[in-house]
């Protein structure tokens, strides 16, 4: 079984900075493909990033490019979102999700920004970026 914890999440004033962790649980974590996802109310999950099992490959919505980077540390079953010259419309409850690898879903930008292709989810943890 796999769970996942967010932690690092706040209020930070635009143009600040917030790092992100997600602590995954199960042995299949350093196989697993991993996504960020946000979602602010009234509006659908949005992709943000997403990083391949070995951490190679890495995909990000054009609006974060430049300013978010994912990382992993499979040693320590983390991954790291690092965010930066953040924006108000970056306000949202972030999410890490993973895609384990019995799924066989190829690492590729069409299939990573759709939820549906990943099987496990955290609660999430709130950013807030204030004018």
């Known amino acids: 079984q796999v769970q996942l914890e967010e932690s690092g999440g706040g209020l930070v004033q635009a143009g600040g900075s917030l790092r992100l962790s997600c602590a995954a649980s199960?042995?299949?974590?350093?196989?697993?493909?991993i996504g960020w996802f946000r979602q602010s109310p009234g509006k659908e999950r949005e992709f943000v990033a997403a990083?391949?099992?070995?951490?190679?490959?890495?995909i990000y919505t054009d609006s974060v490019k430049g300013r978010f980077t994912i990382s992993r540390d499979n040693a320590k079953n983390t991954v790291n979102l690092q965010m930066n010259s953040l924006k108000p419309e970056d306000t949202a409850v972030y999410y890490c999700?993973?895609?384990?690898?019995?799924?066989?879903?190829?690492?590729?930008?069409?299939?990573?920004?759709?939820?549906?292709?990943?099987?496990?989810w955290g609660q999430g943890t709130q950013v807030t970026v204030s004018a």
């Open positions: 999700a993973l895609d384990p690898p019995t799924s066989r879903r190829p690492f590729r930008n069409d299939i990573v920004k759709l939820p549906a292709a990943y099987d496990y």
């Open positions: 199960g042995r299949t974590f350093s196989r697993s493909d």
């Open positions: 990083i391949s099992w070995e951490g190679r490959m890495t």
